[in-house]
């Protein structure tokens, strides 16, 4: 199948899950009160907040196919990071309303996550495929790793990588981590309601 065949075949696919979740967020409209916060987030798409950092989110580039971290206050009506999740929580993908695309993640500790055309993996890998993963409790944690569902022992990663900026989020391209021992809150994440 040529490269052009999938792309149409991923945009079709892609549109038709858009087409329903513009429905189902028609339906919230009409069903709930104009206010409603979750009308509202389901019709504009959701931001995925980091466990540890949580004035950061996850957003899409503009101008490649990485992804990158945020604050809330400069994310605030920017739709590359804005994401709707297809599927459940055990195996779902994550698309990205400003960029039109899927992130995807292509195997290896602390491999870039990237954006990409919905299908453009293949169709055995699960490349695009994420789940909801470990889940620490107390203290108001309230997040769960953010986890490949092609290699489940990597988790998307907000630390930055640098010694001296430990307590920091990344200002590089997000990659993934594994899972290890002690504090692990950089590699969860929750959603919230975009503003």
């Known amino acids: 199948m040529s490269s052009s065949t999938r792309v149409s075949q991923s945009r079709r696919r892609l549109g038709a899950r858009l087409a329903a979740a513009v429905g189902l967020a028609a339906l919230c409209?009409?069903?709930?009160?104009?206010?409603s916060a979750s009308?509202?987030?389901?019709?504009?798409?959701?931001?995925?907040?980091?466990?540890?950092?949580?004035?950061?989110?996850?957003?899409?580039?503009?101008?490649?196919?990485?992804?990158?971290?945020?604050?809330?206050?400069?994310?605030?009506?920017?739709f590359y990071c804005?994401?709707?999740q297809f599927g459940i929580d055990g195996q779902f993908s994550l698309y990205n309303l400003g960029k039109d695309q899927v992130m995807a993640f292509h195997g290896g500790?602390?491999?870039?996550?990237?954006m990409e055309p919905e299908g453009s993996s293949g169709s055995g890998a699960h490349d695009e495929l994420w789940s909801w993963g470990g889940q620490e409790s107390g203290d108001g944690w309230d997040a769960a790793a953010l986890q490949s569902y092609y290699d489940s022992?990597?988790?998307?990663?907000?630390?930055?990588?640098?010694?001296?900026?430990?307590?920091?989020?990344?200002?590089?391209?997000?990659?993934?981590?594994?899972?290890?021992?002690?504090?692990?809150?950089?590699l969860?994440?929750?959603?919230v309601a975009a503003l």
Do not use: I
């Open 29 to 35: 409209l009409t069903a709930a009160p104009a206010t």
């Open 39 to 78: 009308a509202a987030a389901t019709a504009s798409g959701m931001w995925l907040q980091n466990g540890r950092f949580t004035d950061a989110v996850l957003c899409a580039s503009p101008d490649n196919n990485g992804t990158w971290m945020m604050s809330k206050a400069a994310a605030k009506g920017n």
């Open 82 to 84: 804005r994401w709707k």
């Open 109 to 114: 500790n602390e491999t870039p996550v990237v």
């Open 153 to 186: 022992g990597q988790n998307v990663d907000a630390r930055s990588p640098y010694l001296d900026q430990r307590d920091k989020p990344r200002t590089d391209q997000v990659r993934t981590r594994g899972w290890r021992h002690g504090d692990q809150r950089e």
């Open 188 to 191: 969860t994440w929750k959603k």
